[in-house]
């Protein structure tokens, strides 16, 4: 389905650490995979620097209004409110009950699942940093839990890493559930149907999937959306006892902290917004901007691949030929895979590339995937098909995708009809041959009730500095929509990390400088800096 991998991709760009580690079993229900985050200061790059653009060189720094030099203050006792238990190595765990419906407190509560890692320092403490790895419908606690191997020792000297899984995600409750298994829904399906019955599966399965979410969830659907998770955000900055509270989003977190630093502009004192999306693009511009961006990242892998003899796939420096035959040749005839399971599919075949291009370090899984596959053996694009729907070893899935879904769906307002998404397929494929070959449309939102309540226009007005980070390699998120974001925003200011991955926190020391800088002593760089 074209659509939900291309906003799975707005999640995806794997998270290296927090949730593969070898240090220790993952803490909660939400692995996740929405940021690519390189957690070695320097990795990928030999030197660091910043080099401004289209800028003034001569030109000092600016500094936010808010004092930087607050440090060292206590930390206020919310345990009444959060009930806070250990959790090891300076984590604490608990929960935060929060309305259904801000509007109407008898509707009843949700339970947020919150995880909070305490400043190293407590004489340099200066706050709590709210932390959100994209999605939606990936939780964050574990970016608190996990917060030594994704931040920087001088964010986490600074400030209580405090993550949480927002509504209808992980382990907070109730949770969005829509199936059981996802091969049914997203395995089989042809994105290139020969004749109407064919065409006709792929809406039925559509109208079966969204239907039991909206059924299974109908009384939270009108309230899960990102307006609601921005006002869970003033939530739970209240209930920690701060006026005002730092923020750092990735990937679909840069539109949750743009709204709700739109919503709740006194309360901001910084803001990050790491891989983010165009806030106002609609439905199809969205999908669109995804879709070329994968394209891109796509083209360059395979260029890497016929230039480089020791390629796995590079077929005699034609690898962008022999790629193109081996997804005709699967879009023919289904690749077996391992026992029990479906055969890989075209659609499988480009949800498994969509998840290597999030970050360079899955190109080598990914060559060795596709040269298999065209040995007739489907288990390496099967693997990284189910890395994408967060597939676990025993079978089951966790919510991910049914929250992903479903939030995307009530935070937009149109609904396409069959054949108004049949009608934009065109236009996906011409934009992106390789990546979006489907002829029909995906009728993504198309069967959902319709939205009461979809994401405010973001401003950002009143909330001071928003940093705005943007990767000139992202599939995920193109730099151009960051730079829409930053635009989008009253006082937007872009960082341009030169990588090819989805988000640039960690990319090299000067991201991390540059980010760190802003965060803790709130020294805004100058618009359009690059990070090389």
Same mark, same amino acid.
């Given at each position: 389905?074209?659509?939900?991998?291309?906003?799975?991709?707005?999640?995806?760009a794997?998270?290296?650490?927090?949730?593969?580690?070898?240090?220790?079993?993952?803490?909660?229900?939400s692995?996740?995979?929405?940021?690519?985050?390189?957690?070695?200061?320097?990795?990928?790059?030999?030197?660091?620097?910043?080099?401004?653009?289209?800028?003034?060189?001569?030109?000092?720094?600016?500094?936010?209004?808010?004092?930087?030099?607050a440090?060292g203050?206590?930390?206020?006792d919310?345990?009444?409110?959060?009930?806070?238990?250990?959790?090891?190595?300076?984590?604490?765990t608990?929960?935060?009950?929060v309305?259904?419906?801000?509007?109407?407190?008898s509707?009843?509560?949700?339970?947020?699942?919150?995880?909070?890692?305490?400043?190293?320092?407590? =004489?340099?403490?200066?706050?709590?940093?709210?932390?959100?790895?994209?999605?939606p419908?990936?939780?964050?606690?574990?970016?608190?839990?996990?917060?030594?191997?994704?931040?920087?020792?001088?964010?986490?000297?600074?400030?209580?890493?405090?993550?949480?899984?927002?509504?209808?995600?992980?382990?907070?409750?109730?949770?969005?559930?829509?199936?059981?298994?996802?091969?049914?829904?997203?395995?089989?399906?042809?994105?290139?149907?020969d004749?109407?019955?064919e065409?006709?599966?792929?809406?039925?399965?559509?109208?079966?999937?969204?239907?039991?979410?909206?059924?299974?969830?109908?009384?939270?659907?009108?309230?899960?959306? =990102?307006?609601?998770?921005?006002?869970?955000?003033?939530?739970?900055?209240?209930?920690?006892?701060e006026?005002?509270?730092?923020?750092?989003?990735?990937?679909?977190?840069?539109?949750?902290?743009?709204?709700w630093?739109?919503?709740?502009?006194?309360?901001?004192?910084?803001?990050?917004?790491?891989?983010?999306?165009?806030?106002n693009?609609?439905?199809?511009?969205?999908?669109?901007?995804q879709?070329?961006?994968?394209?891109?990242?796509?083209? =360059?892998?395979?260029a890497?691949?016929?230039?480089?003899?020791?390629?796995?796939?590079?077929?005699?420096?034609d690898?962008?030929?022999?790629?193109?035959?081996?997804?005709?040749?699967?879009?023919?005839?289904?690749?077996?895979?391992?026992?029990?399971?479906?055969?890989? *599919?075209?659609a499988?075949?480009?949800?498994?590339?969509a998840?290597?291009?999030?970050?360079?370090?899955?190109?080598?899984?990914?060559?060795q995937?596709?040269?298999?596959?065209?040995?007739?053996?489907?288990?390496?694009?099967?693997?990284?098909?189910?890395?994408?729907?967060?597939?676990?070893?025993d079978?089951?899935?966790?919510n991910?995708?049914?929250a992903?879904?479903?939030?995307?769906?009530?935070?937009? $307002?149109?609904?396409?009809t069959v054949?108004?998404?049949?009608?934009?397929?065109?236009?996906?494929?011409?934009?992106?041959?390789?990546?979006?070959?489907?002829?029909?449309?995906?009728?993504?939102?198309?069967?959902?009730?319709?939205? *009461?309540d979809?994401?405010?226009?973001?401003t950002?007005?009143?909330?001071?500095?928003?940093? $705005?980070?943007?990767?000139t390699?992202?599939?995920? =998120?193109?730099?151009?929509?960051?730079?829409?974001?930053?635009?989008?925003?009253?006082?937007?200011?872009?960082?341009?990390?030169?990588?090819?991955?989805?988000?640039?926190?960690?990319?090299?020391?000067?991201?991390y400088? *540059?980010?760190?800088?802003?965060? $803790?002593?709130?020294t805004?760089?100058?618009?359009?800096?690059?990070?090389?």
């Amino acid at each position: 389905m074209r659509r939900s991998l291309l906003v799975l991709a707005l999640p995806f760009a794997l998270l290296a650490a927090a949730c593969n580690t070898d240090d220790g079993p993952v803490a909660t229900g939400s692995n996740d995979n929405s940021a690519t985050v390189t957690t070695e200061a320097g990795a990928g790059s030999t030197t660091a620097g910043t080099e401004p653009v289209d800028t003034d060189p001569s030109t000092e720094p600016t500094v936010a209004s808010t004092d930087p030099s607050a440090t060292g203050v206590p930390m206020p006792d919310s345990s009444a409110a959060f009930g806070w238990a250990e959790f090891g190595q300076g984590v604490e765990t608990g929960s935060l009950e929060v309305p259904i419906d801000y509007t109407d407190p008898s509707k009843g509560t949700i339970d947020l699942y919150v995880s909070r890692h305490l400043a190293a320092d407590p =004489t340099k403490r200066i706050g709590s940093l709210l932390v959100n790895p994209g999605g939606p419908g990936f939780g964050g606690s574990d970016f608190a839990v996990y917060a030594e191997q994704i931040y920087s020792e001088t964010l986490l000297e600074h400030f209580d890493i405090v993550g949480w899984d927002p509504r209808g995600t992980g382990l907070s409750e109730p949770a969005i559930d829509c199936v059981d298994d996802y091969d049914l829904y997203f395995a089989g399906t042809d994105i290139t149907p020969d004749d109407q019955a064919e065409r006709q599966e792929l809406i039925d399965l559509a109208d079966e999937f969204q239907t039991a979410c909206a059924t299974k969830n109908a009384d939270v659907l009108q309230y899960i959306g =990102t307006n609601n998770s921005a006002r869970d955000m003033d939530a739970i900055r209240e209930a920690l006892q701060e006026p005002a509270i730092s923020y750092f989003g990735f990937s679909y977190g840069s539109e949750l902290g743009a709204t709700w630093a739109t919503l709740f502009p006194d309360t901001v004192r910084a803001a990050v917004l790491d891989g983010a999306a165009d806030p106002n693009a609609d439905f199809l511009e969205s999908g669109l901007q995804q879709t070329a961006g994968f394209e891109k990242s796509i083209a =360059t892998f395979l260029a890497r691949c016929s230039d480089d003899s020791d390629c796995a796939f590079n077929n005699g420096g034609d690898a962008e030929g022999a790629f193109d035959a081996l997804m005709a040749g699967v879009d023919e005839q289904p690749i077996p895979s391992e026992p029990d399971r479906a055969d890989v *599919t075209r659609a499988m075949a480009l949800t498994g590339v969509a998840q290597a291009m999030y970050s360079e370090s899955f190109w080598p899984e990914l060559e060795q995937a596709l040269a298999d596959g065209q040995s007739g053996d489907g288990s390496g694009l099967l693997a990284l098909y189910d890395s994408y729907y967060q597939r676990q070893p025993d079978g089951t899935y966790d919510n991910s995708l049914e929250a992903f879904q479903t939030i995307s769906c009530m935070d937009e $307002v149109e609904r396409l009809t069959v054949e108004q998404d049949d009608a934009t397929a065109a236009d996906y494929t011409a934009i992106a041959p390789r990546f979006a070959p489907g002829t029909t449309g995906t009728y993504f939102c198309t069967f959902y009730p319709e939205a *009461t309540d979809p994401r405010v226009a973001v401003t950002g007005a009143g909330a001071g500095p928003i940093l $705005v980070v943007g990767t000139t390699g992202d599939p995920a =998120t193109p730099l151009s929509s960051t730079e829409n974001m930053a635009k989008a925003l009253e006082q937007g200011v872009l960082l341009v990390v030169v990588a090819d991955q989805h988000t640039g926190y960690g990319v090299n020391q000067c991201s991390y400088d *540059t980010i760190d800088g802003y965060l $803790v002593e709130l020294t805004v760089p100058d618009d359009g800096v690059r990070c090389e």
